[in-house]
């Protein structure tokens, strides 16, 4: 499984942050399940219950998703349609966000991101 992400990542892919275009379809979608979850940054791995099925799922932060479900004061949702978590209250944390746009773990990819060019880090292949 990839560890979680830097900080610095711009990918907008599953598991990794939600573009504007993709979070306002999530402010107009209604049809949001009731989930349990547990996200454990030490496999860096994350536990959907929906119905009473397991669903294994990967974000680039499960640490900050973890801190969001302690910190949530109501009942996380699921949205199947475009894979994302809905977990109340997250948006007053670091998050700024009530959404986590999430991947199954066959699309797990690393994170990408524009880094100072001195830290060679982060930097795709591709782009190094």
């Given at each position: 499984?990839?560890?979680?992400?830097?900080?610095?990542?711009?990918a907008f892919s599953p598991g990794h942050k939600i573009h504007?275009?993709?979070?306002?379809?999530?402010n107009r979608y209604e049809d949001w399940i009731?989930?349990?979850v547990h996200a454990d940054p030490e496999l860096d791995l994350?536990?959907?219950?929906?119905?009473g099925q397991q669903q294994l799922m990967w974000h680039h932060d499960i640490p900050l998703?973890?801190?969001?479900?302690?910190?949530?004061?109501?009942?996380?949702?699921?949205?199947?349609?475009y894979s994302s978590l809905?977990?109340?209250?997250?948006f007053e944390g670091r998050n700024r966000s009530s959404f986590f746009y999430l991947a199954t773990?066959?699309?797990a990819a690393p994170c990408r991101g524009r880094v100072p060019r001195h830290d060679l880090r982060m930097q795709d292949s591709d782009s190094a």
């Amino acid at each position: 499984m990839l560890p979680s992400s830097d900080p610095r990542c711009t990918a907008f892919s599953p598991g990794h942050k939600i573009h504007w275009i993709h979070g306002g379809r999530l402010n107009r979608y209604e049809d949001w399940i009731d989930v349990e979850v547990h996200a454990d940054p030490e496999l860096d791995l994350i536990y959907l219950v929906i119905a009473g099925q397991q669903q294994l799922m990967w974000h680039h932060d499960i640490p900050l998703l973890a801190e969001a479900l302690a910190l949530s004061p109501g009942q996380p949702q699921w949205c199947p349609r475009y894979s994302s978590l809905m977990v109340p209250g997250a948006f007053e944390g670091r998050n700024r966000s009530s959404f986590f746009y999430l991947a199954t773990t066959g699309r797990a990819a690393p994170c990408r991101g524009r880094v100072p060019r001195h830290d060679l880090r982060m930097q795709d292949s591709d782009s190094a």
